[in-house]
């Protein structure tokens, strides 16, 4: 499926991820609780953690957390429906840059989201030198294809 330009996340595509919607995602008003769409992007951020050959997340010397966290809500999704999550990368500092997201479902854009990533000493809790491999696939990816 073709997706328009306007519905990819800002930057260098560099993952992908599709999420089934569960029926406990969803909160008393009958859609998904806004806690989730925040969800939906850390499950596709560890995702593409996981590509990259990096042990489990917390359990290495170096990791990264999340210092700033947005999302733009456009149209409420509801159960049953699968999210396509994208993720987007840009602005690699020296122990950070900026990640972003966009859910669609089907030809629709639902949600908009970023977040600043931060590499970190996991024993000091102190910023580190993002690694090189990030860094990479930051400034050269050229974005994925359906």
Do not use: C
């Given at each position: ?46 995702n ?54 966009t ?40 974005g994925?294809?359906?």
């Amino acid at each position: 499926m073709s997706v328009p330009s306007s519905y990819l996340p800002e930057g260098n595509l560099v993952h992908e991820l599709k999420i089934p919607v569960r029926w406990g995602d969803m909160d008393a008003l009958g859609h998904v609780n806004n806690i989730m769409y925040f969800r939906y992007f850390e499950s596709t951020r560890l995702n593409w953690f996981e590509t990259l050959d990096f042990g489990v997340l917390g359990t290495e010397s170096q990791g990264m957390v999340i210092v700033d966290n947005h999302a733009e809500y456009l149209l409420p999704v509801v159960y049953p429906s699968t999210v396509h999550v994208r993720m987007g990368a840009h602005s690699p500092g020296r122990s950070s840059f900026v990640s972003t997201y966009t859910i669609t479902i089907g030809d629709k854009l639902m949600t908009r989201g970023s977040a600043k990533v931060v590499w970190i000493d996991n024993r000091t809790m102190k910023s580190t030198a993002l690694p090189e491999k990030i860094r990479q696939k930051i400034e050269s990816q050229v974005g994925l294809q359906d």
